[in-house]
T-cell receptor, first 108, second 115 residues
Framework: LAKTTQPISMDSYEGQEVNITCSHN???????ITWYQQFPSQGPRFIIQ???TKVTNEVASLFIPADRKSSTLSLPRVSLSDTAVYYC?????????FGKGTRLHILP | EAGVAQSPRYKIIEKRQSVAFWCNPI?????LYWYQQILGQGPKLLIQ????????DSQLPKDRFSAERLKGVDSTLKIQPAKLEDSAVYLC?????????????FGPGTRLTVL
């Protein structure tokens, strides 16, 4: 069972780049790394997914080192609206576990 | 494309009463999930359906919670009788397939308050 560890909370300022790291030491060969974002009073929303190296979309980038034991979600030039909880998931797996996530607070 | 629909959005009941939540997934999505999210925690998977069959209900408190997905489309989650600790947001999600790497689309949730 792949387990993830993330910082509980982070603060940053508008316009900064924010990097959230997730540790997953027991990741399996066929596991993908997926990040979700959750705003207050809403369900989680898929942000990005990757298997190795780097993935980029219109919202974020995901960096995965060669050993895949960690991953970093990078949010470029954040704004106040990026204040949310970010979850790192690893799978496929027989269990879908969100964990407590990282509470990101963007300051003006 | 219509998203995942849930109703009601809010529900307040007294302990020992029963309550039911409804979810209509995105059309064509074979997999449906019910999650419980307690304030300050991440969503916890209660049950996962693949079409109308149960894939995983290991974390569903079966003495009081039940769920069904008739005809492999919409689903209901019931709590009977409710306890104070059941106060939470109940989220429904759907995906094309049932692997955790498949993107899940979440509904807005139902906020349950048990008094």
């Amino acid at each position: 069972l792949a387990k993830t560890t993330q910082p509980i909370s982070m603060d940053s300022y508008e316009g900064q780049e924010v990097n959230i790291t997730c540790s997953h030491n027991n990741i399996a060969t066929n596991d993908y790394i997926t990040w979700y974002q959750q705003f207050p009073s809403q369900g989680p929303r898929f942000i990005i997914q990757g298997y190795k190296t780097k993935v980029t979309n219109e919202v974020a980038s995901l960096f995965i080192p060669a050993d895949r034991k960690s991953s970093t979600l990078s949010l470029p030039r954040v704004s106040l609206s990026d204040t949310a909880v970010y979850y790192c998931l690893v799978g496929p797996d027989d269990k879908i576990i969100f964990g407590k996530g990282t509470r990101l607070h963007i300051l003006p | 494309e219509a998203g995942v629909a849930q109703s009601p959005r809010y529900k307040i009941i007294e302990k020992r009463q029963s309550v039911a939540f409804w979810c209509n997934p995105i059309s064509g999505h074979a997999t449906l999930y019910w999650y419980q999210q307690i304030l300050g925690q991440g969503p916890k998977l209660l049950i996962q359906f693949q079409n109308n069959g149960v894939v995983d209900d290991s974390q569903l408190p079966k003495d009081r919670f039940s769920a069904e997905r008739l005809k492999g489309v919409d689903s209901t989650l019931k709590i009977q009788p409710a306890k104070l600790e059941d106060s939470a947001v109940y989220l429904c999600a759907s995906s094309l397939q049932g692997f955790s790497y498949n993107e899940q689309f979440f509904g807005p949730g139902t906020r349950l308050t048990v008094l």
